[in-house]
């Protein structure tokens, strides 16, 4: 990377916005429901994005088939799964949602795999397998301590939920792609109709548009919305020009560490045996679910 101007940062804002984002969103928990709160979110990053792709002059028009697809993957991902996550978060730490989630690349990969065709090698099977046997092993304590009080296992429920959601999600994006929707367009798109799909949810729950004016939720919605939601992803695609989908890819196997180191600053979390070793199997299950860096890389 050292032959590279620029790499290093841009892994290192990528990391530590995402590896914080799962903290910053626990300060839009309380007086605001969660839906409330990812509509406006991605409401703001969607603007934003907009406003980025019109001083581009990149086209925005897309055919009706193209904006069915972009409406399914906007709902899933910008909205329904965000708010589990947001209500897991009012359950369990941070940290140990953004490890549920290091369950993504190989469920993405499995769901790619037998819904559009995708190969799937035995490398990445056992990959999958380390990574869920950690995912296990991180949560057990929190399983083991259930006792009376459930709220623990939902928690874990809304977790799997979002899991289940973004996967679906990656399907209808990796498709979205294929079908000739660029990148910039897509992620302006999708967050617009994550944010009609979240108004629809306040809606039908009967919730208020509340808003919280203290400086905690103010400052933690501007940056999930423009860091979380814009900087982090202008990072990464920057990365995916630069080096390749394979060596980006590892961003993801230090953000679940990062988030766990938060949580256990802010949040009291706890590392136990059982904690290291559950990390450990799934920072190696992420690791062999990458391709070797070696091999020729089609950027996204």
Request: aromatic share 12%; charged share 5%; with cysteine.
């Amino acid at each position: 990377m050292s032959t590279m101007p620029g790499v290093s940062a841009l892994y290192l804002a990528c990391i530590a916005i995402w590896g914080s984002t799962w903290l910053a969103i626990t300060f839009q928990l309380g007086a605001v429901p969660p839906a409330v709160s990812v509509l406006y979110r991605f409401a703001l990053a969607a603007l934003l994005l907009f406003a980025y792709c019109g001083m581009r002059g990149l086209a925005l028009r897309f055919a009706a088939r193209q904006h069915a697809a972009l409406a399914v993957q906007g709902a899933l991902m910008y909205s329904i799964g965000y708010v589990f996550v947001y209500y897991a978060e009012t359950l369990v730490v941070s940290g140990l949602v953004s490890v549920g989630f290091s369950l993504s690349p190989f469920l993405n990969m499995l769901a790619v795999r037998v819904f559009l065709g995708t190969p799937m090698s035995a490398r990445v099977a056992l990959g999958g397998a380390l990574g869920a046997l950690g995912v296990g092993l991180v949560f057990w304590p929190q399983v083991r301590s259930l006792g009376g009080d459930r709220a623990a296992l939902a928690g874990i429920g809304f977790t799997a939920a979002a899991v289940a959601a973004h996967t679906v999600a990656t399907v209808v994006a990796t498709r979205n792609t294929r079908i000739g929707v660029p990148i910039w367009q897509a992620l302006a798109w999708g967050m617009l109709y994550g944010t009609v799909c979240s108004l629809g949810i306040v809606l039908l729950a009967g919730q208020p548009l509340a808003f919280d004016k203290t400086a905690s939720y103010v400052a933690s919605l501007l940056y999930l919305a423009v860091l979380g939601s814009v900087v982090a992803f202008a990072c990464y695609l920057r990365l995916l020009e630069t080096i390749g989908p394979a060596r980006a890819g590892y961003i993801g196997v230090m953000v679940p560490i990062v988030a766990l180191m938060l949580s256990a600053a802010f949040e009291g979390f706890r590392w136990q045996a059982s904690t290291w070793l559950g990390v450990a199997l799934s920072l190696a299950g992420n690791v062999l679910m990458r391709p070797a860096s070696g091999r020729k890389h089609v950027a996204a």
